[in-house]
């Protein structure tokens, strides 16, 4: 990779045992880059000889309990290895389980009684020092955050630092843990940022396209069994002038009839790598009888879950800047410091919404109702619709109430995207699972709006305003100025 550095610095890894260190060459350019490990001392020999550490103590400690809905409640006993029924899941693989979903996922899962292993690279956190951004919420590092949540809980998530797409890497990470579930957020998820420059839009597709298909592979070839719930996006559909149903649509042509896989018109390179992935998990759970659900999420809101605010040192991370920053949280912020909201266009683009709280359940019910072997299930994961005008006159209410002077502005859309359209997509799989959602209301805005308010001081207002354009995406490397 030609623009990286060979700056080196140290991860430290707390393992259940004893600390050890990861000597790491980072890429510090401007130009997206995961964390590439030395070859003389890669993790990779480290996990092996904590990871037999850990085998000797599954052999005697390891468990084949059942599982409720619920998950299950009680700790291991007997050996993992024999495990003979593996459509009941206790142990959950949460790639990118450092993010905003998935830190969240992660301590929800582990509450529920679910062994949890973090794989993460921690590359987001490098994307907001390479862009000069930071989360709203102080974050602390994740082995704090792990430090903390045993302390608080007892409970030990298992932590593996590690590019999922070093095929390697990720074997090991499969060898050691034995996932039952793997619940996969190990993506770029922003679409601005993958309408930055080339290089961005290439790193997006190639770390996304190429880490799903290496779980995949690891399925394959270590635990068949595993249960994949992909994070795809309900930005894969885009915005039809028909319904949107779940995955798939029956459609009559000529006078046949088939089922077939619903039209994706993604419109952004990140939308389109989730399309990519898609069609990748379809093919193989044909091909190798992989079991996978397909979780096509919308935009997501809110920060506190039950988990994360036990703790200050397990408060999630609040993207409100103008590349990882999601509608509704960006306007919570921008009300808070006296920014206009910035609705992007006529505002009437509309998109499915969810409370944080929500996404855990939903990923919690698909864990624990898996996909039958060769089964390729697609949920739409949301509660709601809003268009950006709902959002804006909602915040601008719930601000006033507050006593916020909230005003908006119609900022030229930096999207291509249609600014009114028909939007009815269907979302009764995940409430047939059992979810019971959390509807935006009066009080949650309200809380919303304080948390925002409470960390002010934090906001960097020149990053609110949208600095990506669709249509001036080029060759060029964009650099990032102070
Ligand atoms: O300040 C803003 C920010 C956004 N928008 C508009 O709000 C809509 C949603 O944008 P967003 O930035 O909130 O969300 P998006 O880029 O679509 O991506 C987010 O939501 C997706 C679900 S969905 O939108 O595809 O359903 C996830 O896949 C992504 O990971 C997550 O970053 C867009 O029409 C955008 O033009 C504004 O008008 N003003």
Redesign the pocket.
């Known amino acids: 990779m030609a623009h990286l550095l060979s700056t080196s610095c140290s991860i430290k890894v707390s393992s259940g045992c004893r600390p050890y260190s990861l000597p790491l060459k980072q890429g510090l350019s401007t130009f997206p880059t995961s964390l590439t490990f030395q070859a003389s001392e890669s993790p990779f020999t480290r996990l092996v000889s904590r990871g037999e550490k850990h085998q000797r103590n599954y052999t005697v400690h390891a468990t084949t309990l059942p599982v409720s809905k619920e998950g299950p409640t009680q700790p291991s006993s007997g050996s993992h290895q024999t495990l003979k029924e593996p459509s009941k899941p206790q142990r959950v693989m949460v790639i990118g389980g450092d993010g905003y979903c998935g830190w969240a996922t992660a301590l929800h899962l582990s509450n529920k009684g679910y062994e949890v292993a973090i794989v993460d690279s921690l590359v987001r956190r490098l994307f907001d020092h390479q862009l000069g951004i930071d989360s709203l919420t102080p974050i602390h590092s994740i082995h704090n955050r792990l430090r903390c949540w045993k302390s608080l809980t007892g409970k030990t998530i298992e932590l593996f630092i590690g590019d999922i797409c070093d095929f390697e890497f990720l074997s090991e990470t499969f060898k050691l843990f034995e996932p039952d579930a793997v619940v996969h957020f190990g993506e770029q998820?922003?679409?601005?940022y993958s309408m930055i420059d080339r290089s961005r839009a290439v790193y997006t597709q190639q770390n996304n396209v190429i880490g799903t298909l290496n779980v995949l592979f690891a399925i394959k070839e270590f635990r068949e069994q595993c249960h994949l719930v992909k994070l795809g996006?309900?930005?894969?559909y885009g915005t039809p002038n028909i319904d949107i149903e779940e995955g798939y649509i029956t459609i009559t042509h000529n006078g046949r009839t088939d089922t077939l896989p619903y039209p994706k018109q993604a419109s952004?390179f990140?939308?389109l790598s989730?399309v990519h992935d898609s069609n990748n998990i379809a093919f193989t759970c044909k091909a190798w009888g992989i079991r996978a659900t397909d979780l096509n999420?919308?935009?997501?809101y809110g920060v506190r879950t039950d988990e994360t605010e036990m703790h200050e040192e397990l408060c999630n991370r609040f993207d409100y800047d103008?590349v990882?920053?999601?509608?509704?949280n960006?306007?919570c912020v921008q009300a808070a410091v006296g920014h206009p909201?910035?609705?992007?266009?006529k505002?009437g683009?509309t998109?499915?919404f969810l409370d944080i709280r929500d996404t855990v359940q939903c990923v919690e019910l698909a864990i624990a109702n898996p996909a039958q072997p060769g089964e390729f299930r697609v949920f739409n994961q949301?509660t709601e619709r809003f268009s950006?005008n709902d959002l804006a006159t909602l915040v601008t209410k719930a601000g006033e109430k507050l006593g916020l002077n909230v005003q908006s502005i119609s900022?030229p859309?930096p999207?291509v995207?249609a600014e009114e359209h028909y939007y009815n997509p269907k979302h009764t799989k995940l409430v047939e699972l059992g979810l019971k959602p959390h509807i935006l209301s009066d009080s949650l805005l309200d809380s919303l709006l304080n948390f925002a308010i409470k960390y002010k001081d934090r906001v960097d207002t020149k990053q609110i305003m949208?600095s990506v354009s669709w249509r001036k995406i080029g060759v060029k490397t964009r650099t990032i100025t102070a």
């Open positions: 998820r922003s679409a601005p996006t309900m930005g894969e952004s990140y939308h989730k999420q919308g935009v997501v103008g990882f920053g999601t509608a509704l960006r306007f909201l910035t609705v992007y266009g505002g683009q998109r499915a949301f950006i900022v859309n999207r995207e949208p």
